[in-house]
């Protein structure tokens, strides 16, 4: 059974450079739990720290309850999968499974018992004698997963090691690799730069910014639909972004004026009110998915006239950008069901966007990039 891995307040410094700033979280056993960040945020020293191959510069960390500080990696009850596997290329698929039980003085026997179950785990049956150099990325992907299971850890850290596949086979392995924490019931801790790996397979995903901060813990849902800070809103999923600023409030909603008008928007869920009165800047954060063609009759819920610019054709859904009066590019998405009109460059149509999909953070965005200003 899995392990509670506690990160109380740490950081990690390399010379001027700050890994990881006051991270604090709590895994919780047999959850699986990810990290999503752009490249460079600090995961690959945050599993680092966790499985003891660096020792933060402050705070401790905790997996089952025992403080960590000088327990090495080999005392620890962590296993890793690196990006790249690291199999031992001359070796067979049993000898690769079973080398960390051979180290640990396991008998043959029960080597061999043991090599066996984890093949039926991983689905890899009849492989056992074959090199590993023969077997494809998705077999080796799985030899990695029962080598670094064999040893029966209580908490698996995994370093992107589905980036190496195409993209058929790495959202095969997500469910793969779902069912087997599931089975298994170790916490595993996972971490990524693709947002439909952290959201599709985890029961709670933390982003990270870039310096290690750690910008929002949720479970998949929450952290798509609820966004709590604008690196999370920018960050995952797509989103039209708006300069904002606070004018008052109606049932219950804010009303922002931006470029295009003024917009009824909703706070985050917990939001703190003296960050939301009225003369504030903010930003409005709007998904593409949630935005409809409407004819402009009747009035609808933050309607705004557009100009079509362009449409793209993208299999299942169709993308379309539209300018609207005060000069504020919009992206939409529609889905491909027959159903939807379809326009041409250079008509105008009208859009409506609900209030509640229509996000307002109080940070400032940048007039000219349209980025938010994230407080540091
Ligand atoms: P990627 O997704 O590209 O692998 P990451 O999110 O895993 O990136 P890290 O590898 O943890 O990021 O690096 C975080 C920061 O710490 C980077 O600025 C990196 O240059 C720096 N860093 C990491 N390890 C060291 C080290 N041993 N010495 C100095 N700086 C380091």
Known sequence: MGHEVRIKNVTMRFGNTTAVSNLDVHIKAGEFFSFLGPSGCGKTTLLKLISGFLDPTEGRIEI???DMQGVGPNKRPTAMIFQNLALFPLMTVEENIAFGLEV???GKIQRRKKVEDLLDLVDLPHTRQKKVTSLSGGQKQRVAIARALAVEPSVLLLDEPLSALDLKLRKHMRVELRQIQQKTGVTFIYITHDQGEALTMSDRVGVISEGGRLEQVGRPTQIYNDPQTPFVASFVGENNIFQAKIIG???GRFLADT????LECVAPAGFEPENFKPGQAATAFVRPETIRLVNGSGVQENQVECLVISQRFEG????????TKGDTI???RQSNNGHEPILKPGENTFI???????LLLATPCDHQTKEPLCPN
């Not at 470029?259 to 003024?262: K, W, Y």
């Not at 299942?316 to 300018?323: D, K, N, Y």
């Not at 409506?352 to 229509?358: E, I, M």
């Open 64 to 66: 089952n309850n025992q």
């Open 316 to 323: 299942a859904f169709m993308t379309m950008e539209l300018e």
């Open 259 to 262: 470029p295009m008008g003024t």
């Open 104 to 106: 640990r003085g396991v």
């Open 352 to 358: 409506s966007f609900g209030a509640d999909n229509t």
């Open 330 to 332: 919009i992206h939409i």
């Open 249 to 251: 409030q109606r049932n």
